[in-house]
């Protein structure tokens, strides 16, 4: 465990946690919660920073009627809007807001399809060549033109440094301009297409007579450290004001998108307002005094929002309210003596209680896990069940678990606590993730309680969500609760099976990574994952799948905990009304804070009153 072992296993600790989830979010609001930053409050006695021209407005007073508030994005003060920081702040934190920076096409996870964005059109127009047609309406908010020289130039920096767009380059040979608004994506051989599909939908395109100076001048640390405070990107917003609160976007009445190219309109909100909460329970409380429109956030037992009539809903309206779409695991680092046991790590993830987890720290929210690297088979076709798959995996028993450390002489001591042959204590490690994810937190200390049973001592280590970003991609961890490959796209599964199985090119410890994170290395499953990218026979593809859970359910680099949503979505319509549900017929996914497709919400709401 790091540090001077941050422990805060305690029983009443536990007790307190389980005793707000089971509370939920019905009744009044608990007056031991953290205070929620007020929508318009918190900030009235704070001098504006501004980050635009415009940002002379009272920030904390924002008009209600043209500003929709957000959460779930953000859980501590801004340190950058640099997106290939690794640490930016939402909106420019990641590849799947197109708010500020946007992409060539955009994520439909409910028609598994790309929608246009700054590319109109994709087609091959031979078996190697992927030719994206650009909107000749975009250009930049700094009223610069957007052409094909910007897209060669933002994937260019992914192959000259080592960036969260780095594996456009495992995928391609080259990106060409072949005219202003023609790119060409040339796959290397053998790569299979949808490779080439994830690459146009997942990379922020930024503006070359911006960065392209930087690279002349910078070193590729110095380039990471830009804090971009006014980011010049093609989206429909801009910052407009930060501070440790909140972030404020203002739309771009400028913006290119309301050409009838494309959305034939600007977005309905004028401010998306972004408030930092402290922790979970701090949102939640925000959300139920209607301060809140659209939250990426868990909410406990969130059913009670809408029982008595009030205008909150999710995307389904029945358990688990949301589409599973990624499985926050355990990672564990190997090289930790014990832990680089495989029949440790069997035992261990025979020990967590499962079904608890998903009650008490998910609410219900996920279905039964299955050891598995890929979701449930209505969702991913090539999960297979075979009695030689079975036969590895695992499901909360603990008398397996004692068995299995019975098995290898691992005895325990007058502490409870067992201690391998050659002296090695099984414990004393860190269970880490952000303290202000409740559900997590909770998740881990049932984890912790499950460890214990069987004599396995481990207890959690709670940080800021920077620091958990910084120890998962340095590897700077003993167990660490991550979202692998948290994304979709046209190449699922394959990418969450290459962001933990993967280890062809992964940076050693304290070097950052973009993916497995425990520096997991396995020539045969490397293989594997080269073998699916090439592969586009489903049959084949069951067979490789198949092959590829083997090593995974032999190894146990990683232990899914639960299903989850890609992102969680619940809506308050008491200023906003419009937003999606699931069958409405407008095929806008249900995801807060406008990830991929579901951007389209911002052309959909309307004031409710």
């Known amino acids: ?307 008595n009539g009030e205008p909150y809903h999710a995307y389904l309206d029945e358990l688990p309210y949301f589409t599973p779409g990624t499985i926050p695991m355990l990672f564990i680092n190997m090289e930790k003596p014990g832990l680089n046991n495989a029949d440790v790590r069997r035992a261990i993830a025979h020990a967590i209680n499962y079904p608890q987890i998903i009650e008490l720290a998910m609410s219900g929210y996920s279905p039964d896990v299955v050891a598995s690297l890929l979701l449930p088979a209505e969702q991913e076709k090539y999960l297979n069940v075979d009695e030689e798959l079975e036969s590895l995996r695992w499901t909360y028993d603990p008398d397996k678990a004692n068995e299995i450390l019975d098995g290898i002489g691992a005895e325990k001591g007058s502490d409870g606590i067992r201690v391998l042959p050659d002296g090695t204590r099984l414990g004393f490690w860190g269970l880490e993730c952000p303290k202000s994810f409740s559900d997590w937190t909770a998740s881990l200390e049932i984890v912790a309680q499950s460890l214990k049973a069987v004599g396995i001592d481990a207890g959690s280590e709670l940080p800021e969500q920077s620091v958990w970003l910084s120890d998962s991609q340095n590897g700077e961890f003993d167990i660490i609760m991550q979202r692998p490959g948290s994304y979709m796209d046209p190449s699922q599964p394959w990418a969450r099976c290459k962001f933990i199985m993967d280890g062809s090119k992964t940076p050693p410890v304290g070097d950052q990574a973009f993916e497995n994170f425990n520096r997991y290395k396995s020539d045969e499953a490397t293989e594997l994952v080269n073998q699916i990218a090439q592969t586009e026979d489903l049959e084949e593809l069951k067979k490789l799948y198949t092959a590829l859970d083997k090593v995974y359910l032999k190894d146990i680099p990683v232990i899914p905990l639960m299903y989850r949503p890609l992102r969680f979505y619940c809506v308050y319509e008491g200023v906003w009304k419009n937003f999606p549900v699931a069958g409405d017929g407008t095929n806008i996914p249900g995801m807060a804070c406008f990830p991929w497709a579901s951007l389209r919400v911002l052309y959909t709401v309307e004031p409710a009153k």
């Open 1 to 307: 465990m790091k540090g001077n072992l941050k422990r805060i296993l305690c029983l009443a600790l536990v007790l307190a946690l389980v005793g707000l989830l089971l509370a939920g979010c019905g009744g009044g609001t608990d007056n031991e919660s953290t205070p929620a930053p007020s929508a318009a409050g918190d900030a009235a006695d704070k001098t504006p920073e501004p980050s635009g021209e415009d940002a002379s407005a009272d920030v904390a007073n924002l008009p209600r009627e043209e500003t929709m508030y957000l959460g779930g994005q953000i859980h501590a003060p801004p340190t950058n809007f640099n997106p290939l920081s690794g640490t930016g702040a939402y909106p420019c934190s990641g590849n799947s807001v197109f708010l500020t920076y946007e992409a060539l096409f955009m994520y439909n996870m409910d028609t598994e399809g790309l929608e246009p964005l700054l590319g109109t059109s994709y087609e091959w127009i031979d078996d190697d060549t992927l030719q994206v047609k650009l909107n000749p309406d975009a250009h930049w908010s700094d009223g610069e033109p957007f052409t094909a020289d910007d897209v060669v130039f933002s994937y260019g920096m992914g192959k000259d440094y080592s960036l969260y767009c780095s594996d456009t380059w495992d995928v391609c040979k080259e990106i060409v301009a072949v005219d202003d608004h023609t790119v060409n994506f040339v796959r290397l051989e053998g790569i299979g297409k949808n490779l080439i599909h994830r690459q146009i939908m997942n990379v922020l395109i930024l503006p070359e007579h911006i960065w392209q100076p930087m690279t002349e001048t910078m070193e590729e640390a110095e380039i990471r450290q830009w804090e971009n405070w006014d980011p010049v990107g093609t989206g429909a917003y801009k910052v407009y004001y930060h501070d440790d609160t909140r972030v404020v976007l203002i739309r771009d009445d400028n913006y290119w998108g309301q050409a009838d190219s494309m959305f034939g309109k600007l977005p309905a909100p004028k401010y998306l307002a972004h408030i930092v909460f402290k922790d979970n329970a701090a949102n939640t409380v925000a959300f139920q005094a209607g301060e809140i429109d659209y939250n990426e956030n868990f909410i406990p037992q969130m059913w009670k929002l809408w029982e």
